[in-house]
């Protein structure tokens, strides 16, 4: 590419507020959630874990969505696939690794709740239920304690296509609106619940559902990385204004199963998961980040040797850990003493 592509090429992560570091630590942290999600799959395989549910697909969108928030006050309630957010925003694959062995240190649910049931009250990843949507209403919340404090954060929520069908979507939309809170909704939109498509699921657009409810409603490609990270920077400044929410709809495609428990070939071909393999955002993005000269096949090489050593280690650290011990199963659950043991 000549000198004058590679120029308008920088233009558009440097337009949208990123430094060249930051637009490659993006591509690091998708790579990232990739490889983990990539290996998750191969250890079930194996026996060595008991069960994965796979973001594949979904890590340009969810990445660039959290490099667009403030890492530092901002609350996430992220749901079962977004691996590539929650490490964006602080987790490390050495504690996923432990959730999905099901491990005593797992810092989610120590070892009792299946795998992407993220929580961390260290980095404000509100503790997920395994009722779907029930954390939209919860982010509504935040944002309604944020607005009543004064404080300038937001409340981000995702979800995908299916759970914006089910009431607490709708009530907490609603609720939201009326009050014009903080909260960001962003709906991955990855065209199946479980195994229904999404032709069977919705009439209309997840986007245009936020008019009724008198926010905006913005749909976007998932797989432009910038592009997500525009709209939820611009969708953040609107909540912090005092302008009230937003409703994203993120166009995906989940490359893998809904689960290591399903065959999706018993509901959708191999042809069309091939036709979404070509629009995956990103080697897109690896393309883009070539264009602007910010990486070369050789730098691509070590940093994903880099990732390749971080996950082997996380691996062998999960594997090896402690499983909870049965007393445990009261750590928590009761107020004073009872959890160390004590009466009940």
């Known amino acids: 590419m000549g000198k004058s592509g590679s120029i308008e090429q920088q233009s558009r992560h440097a337009a949208a507020g990123l430094t060249d570091e930051q637009a490659v630590e993006m591509y690091a ?174 009439a209309g657009r997840v986007a245009d559902r936020a008019l009724g409810y008198g926010f905006p409603g913005v749909q976007v490609d998932g797989n432009d990385a910038l592009e997500v990270f525009r709209t939820v920077k611009e969708a953040r400044e609107r909540a912090i204004a005092g302008e009230g929410p937003t409703l994203i709809e993120a166009m995906v495609y989940r490359l893998s199963p809904h689960s290591t428990s399903d065959n999706d070939l018993a509901y959708r071909t191999k042809e069309e998961v091939d036709e979404n393999r070509a629009k995956d955002g990103l080697p897109k993005y690896r393309q883009y980040l070539i264009d602007c000269g910010l990486l070369t096949e050789e730098k691509d090489a070590e940093l994903l040797a880099g990732i390749k050593k971080q996950i082997d280690e996380a691996t062998e650290y999960g594997d090896k850990a402690a499983f909870p011990t049965p007393e445990s199963v009261l750590d928590h659950v009761y107020a004073g003493d009872a959890g160390q043991g004590g009466d009940i």
Do not use: W
Request: proline fraction near 4%; charge should be positive; aromatic fraction near 10%.
């Open 29 to 202: 942290m998708m790579q990232l959630a990739r490889k983990f999600d990539e290996r998750n799959l191969l250890l079930q395989r194996a026996g060595k874990i008991n069960f994965h549910v796979s973001g594949v697909g979904q890590e340009v969108a969810q990445v660039a969505a959290a490099f667009a928030l403030d890492r530092t006050v901002d609350y996430y309630l992220p749901y079962y696939r977004d691996y590539g957010f929650v490490l964006s925003v602080g987790m490390t694959v050495k504690e996923l690794m432990l959730s999905v062995f099901a491990k005593a240190e797992d810092p989610n649910s120590g070892g009792r709740q299946m795998p992407g049931h993220f929580g961390s009250k260290r980095l404000r990843i509100v503790t997920g239920s395994s009722p779907v949507t029930t954390q939209v209403p919860h982010a509504v919340g935040i944002a309604l304690a944020a607005k009543m404090k004064k404080q300038e954060l937001v409340s981000f929520v995702t979800f995908g296509e299916g759970s914006s069908n089910q009431g607490d979507f709708h009530e907490g939309c609603n609720f939201a609106g009326v009050h014009k809170l903080p909260v960001i909704f962003m709906c991955e939109n990855n065209q199946y619940a479980i195994s229904v498509p999404v032709h069977k699921q919705l």
